[in-house]
């Protein structure tokens, strides 16, 4: 099974929680996270990085 990681921009504040539970694929650029892979083929610690987030900026869907 396959899941696409959604991830709003805009909402986003840059607090890097995402970051300190995922570092595999989330990183901080120019103040904002970015998820490095946007399809991945398990949740793993992306459903951790969608829970901490303050903003709920995060969501991850099935393919």
Do not use: R
């Not at 840059?14 to 996270?33: I, S």
């Amino acid at each position: 099974m396959a899941y696409k990681i959604k991830f709003n921009e805009e909402e986003c504040i840059g607090c890097g929680a995402c970051v300190a539970v995922c570092g595999e694929n989330w990183e901080l650029k120019d103040g904002k996270a970015h998820p490095k892979k946007t399809e991945v083929e398990e949740k793993g610690c992306n459903e951790d990085a969608a829970e901490t987030c303050p903003m709920n900026c995060i969501s991850i869907e099935e393919v």
